[in-house]
């Protein structure tokens, strides 16, 4: 083979291989479904943790159920992106769904709040791949130019979880029983049906060879958030009872400090594989688009989980 037909070669090797449009619609059925229960599970618990509380005879710690999983889904959705270029993303797909099936079923038979905050995380480092990995095999299977089109589907996905989460959430919460088990229980098996059908639909569909990129793993970055931010979380949860200005408290801000200061060092030093590179800050539209993220997922988050509760306790509605 001459050495221009070797590079048209090596060109055709690695040439994105996309999909027709009958295609990608089965496999973003699947897609689709593993995002819902990620965007789902957001949301859901808002409206029974009142419920869930009581019965578990642990409302205090609420706040874990939620920050629990929201923590862990944030941490991992990264560690994804970076994981499905090393190993595929159809596998870890399957694994997050996997791991995000397990986690709901461990929910569904918790027997104290401290369980169902520990299963609560183990559903969010499950969920953090769902999100992101089903954006990056968009990106394998779609053309860039029609990759909006797509996208705007999760989106909307994103959305109807949101709107559908507080009223599923209620309902069962509302509910005795049903077929034997406590209602709010069904909060979490509801997902175990839809997350086996997108094993099934996405292990069927998804047929996409691997072109493996190898990268470094920001693991102590992921350490040194994960050590940043949940003292934080346990002052901001235990402060009242606590003291503000309790010997507790004061080793939670030290802590917390620490560990966020180690963060920034750990991603200067991962430079372009670090978890969040730094640089991306140096852009005004980045740094400004994360700020407003920020302010309005506060707001959202803050009042899902903060609404329903006021209304239940204070309201008694």
């Known amino acids: 083979m001459t050495e221009p037909q070797q590079a048209a070669q090596n060109h055709e090797d690695h040439e994105p ?27 859901i618990v808002a409206t029974a943790i009142r419920t869930i509380g009581d ?8 706040a874990w159920v939620t920050t629990a999983y929201l923590i862990t889904a944030t941490i991992t959705t990264p560690l994804y992106g970076k994981l499905g270029d090393i190993y595929g993303r159809k596998q870890l797909f399957l694994w997050s769904i996997g791991i995000f099936v397990v986690g709901s079923v461990m929910c569904t038979f918790a027997g104290s709040m401290y369980q169902l905050a520990g299963f609560r995380a183990l559903q969010g480092v499950g969920a953090g791949g769902l999100f ?14 029609e990759r909006a089109k797509y996208q705007g589907a999760f989106l909307a996905v994103f959305g109807t979880a949101s709107v559908l989460g507080p009223l599923v959430g209620g309902f069962f919460a509302g509910a005795d029983t049903i077929i034997g088990l406590d209602g709010w229980r069904w909060v979490f098996l509801v997902n175990v049906p839809i997350g ?81 590179p730094l640089r991306f800050f140096s852009n005004r539209t980045f740094a400004l688009t994360n700020i407003v993220g920020v302010i309005m997922g506060a707001a959202m988050f803050g009042g899902l989980a903060g609404l329903p509760l006021y209304l239940q306790i204070v309201k008694d509605n």
């Open 17 to 43: 291989q996309y999909l027709s449009h009958r295609q990608i619609v089965r496999v973003l059925a699947g897609l689709m479904m593993g995002m819902f229960l990620s965007a789902l599970d957001q949301t």
């Open 55 to 62: 019965d578990l005879q642990g409302l205090s710690l609420q």
């Open 132 to 145: 992101s990995l089903a954006l990056a095999i968009i990106g394998d299977i779609v053309p860039p130019r």
């Open 196 to 276: 086996i059908l997108a094993l099934l639909v996405v292990n069927s569909t998804l047929h996409v060879p691997h072109r493996r990129l190898d990268h470094a793993i920001d693991w102590w970055g992921a350490l040194a958030l994960i050590v940043g931010l949940v003292p934080l979380l346990t002052i901001a949860e235990q402060g009242r009872e606590w003291g503000w200005q309790s010997g507790k408290a004061f080793a939670c801000y030290a802590i917390g400090l620490v560990g966020l200061v180690a963060f920034v060092f750990v991603e200067r030093a991962m430079k372009e594989e670090a978890l969040l």
